[in-house]
């Protein structure tokens, strides 16, 4: 009983483990993937901010340096002052690309890399704004030799710095991806691991409520067996001699009323056969109550072997049988099934090695010819037989009612 309460206890609680593994595999993979795309989210936009000033730092220099070449190369001076403009508003773009750059951050190689453009924006402004001076003093063809010798091969460097920012960048993108990869292989590698063992978690409860189910089946089938047999041997008990196995007193007198009221209904008739051993005392007294009670057995075998299947014999008590003829014809079977009796009784019988007579008186009864129901009818034949035992020698010897 404390195993039969323990084991819903146990299945519970393997269930709740159970649904609170799969919550948790839920709820893991959920905040896993939800904290890879706000990260790879952040990052990337982060860069693509960077990406983009950088961009911006690129056109508004080679404007610069573009408007400073139209400049060198103009004649009209309003014409020179609209690029002069132009120049200065390139200026303007570049320094403050440069600013929100520095505003948003730089890892230590991004800082080195920004530190290397200043130097360079410094060296491109001081040939910048010479370059400006000789164009106010006329010297145009100063200016262009200054300009292609010296500004723009700095030009060149700056941009160049600017690409592998850029590029720095966009390698920070690419190991962001990278990154947000590993960690999703890791959360479907973890959500196998979590998945595996719930599966193998719910086998195991399956495995061990069936195991649990088939014993208590096999154990209620059992005491289904068992309740079988104990109601069948009680009813064996109730219903049969137990020194002979034959039917006894009640049992007889319920098949005798049943053949009876057959008979009643269907115009037929029942015969009886009371079957009384003769000098059974005296085999007691002599050989013992061992070797009467193998008397008893050995008649109620010889008794059953003389009769048909729908016939019954029964013992009443002590020594005495009776034998139920049912759907007979008339006195001449039971007549018939007497002497039939009579001669299997007068067999030669050894007992525990002592040579035993057997013998028998047998009385008989008809219905409905000497018994209206089965009282009346087993007291004819009782009678019957008590006049055979007491009666003439030549009776006795018969020992048969069929005169």
Not at 128 to 140: C, G, M, T, W, Y
Request: some cysteine; overall charge neutral.
């Amino acid at each position: 009983m404390p195993q039969e309460r323990g084991f819903p206890l146990i299945t519970g609680v393997a269930f709740i483990a159970l649904i609170a593994l799969i919550f948790g595999l839920a709820l893991n993979s959920l905040l896993q993937l939800r904290s890879l795309g706000e990260q790879l989210h952040v990052v990337v936009e982060h860069h693509n901010r960077k990406i983009d000033l950088i961009t911006q730092t690129q056109v508004a220099a080679h404007i610069r340096t573009d408007s400073l070449f139209r400049m060198a190369i103009a004649d009209d001076p309003f014409e020179r002052d609209a690029h002069f403009m132009e120049f200065n508003r390139a200026g303007f773009l570049v320094g403050s690309g440069r600013n929100a750059l520095r505003q948003l951050g730089f890892t230590p190689a991004e800082q080195r890399s920004f530190d290397a453009q200043t130097r360079l924006v410094n060296e491109i402004e001081s040939v910048q704004e010479r370059v400006v001076d000789l164009l106010k003093a006329e010297r145009s063809a100063d200016a262009r030799r200054l300009l292609f010798l010296e500004a723009i091969p700095i030009q060149d460097a700056f941009n160049r710095q600017l690409a592998d920012m850029r590029n720095l960048y966009q390698q920070a993108n690419l190991a962001a991806q990278q990154e947000a990869q590993r960690t999703y292989r890791n959360t479907l590698l973890l959500t196998l691991v979590f998945s595996v063992a719930a599966i193998a978690l719910a086998l195991m409860i399956a495995w061990h409520t069936l195991r649990k189910v088939r014993l208590k089946s096999r154990q209620i089938s059992e005491q289904v067996v068992e309740l079988e047999r104990s109601r069948a041997a009680l009813h064996v008990e109730a219903t049969h001699d137990p020194l002979t196995g034959l039917a006894n007193r009640r049992l007889f007198y319920d098949r005798l009323q049943q053949a009876i009221r057959h008979a009643h209904r269907y115009g037929g008739k029942v015969g009886i056969l009371y079957v009384d051993l003769d000098r059974f005392k005296d085999i007691n007294d002599k050989f013992g109550h061992h070797v009467g009670d193998a008397v008893l057995t050995e008649v109620a075998k010889r008794l059953s072997s003389c009769i048909r299947d729908s016939d019954t014999v029964a013992r009443l008590g002590g020594d005495e049988f009776v034998v139920l003829l049912d759907g007979v014809q008339g006195r001449e079977d039971y007549l018939a099934a007497a002497h039939k009796i009579e001669q299997a009784l007068n067999a030669n019988s050894s007992f525990y090695g002592l040579d035993v007579e057997i013998a028998a008186s047998i009385g008989q009864a008809l219905y409905p010819d000497d018994g209206a129901d089965e009282d009346s009818l087993i007291r004819a034949a009782d009678a019957a037989m008590y006049r055979i035992k007491s009666g003439s020698e030549s009776q006795r010897q018969q020992k048969l009612p069929f005169q």
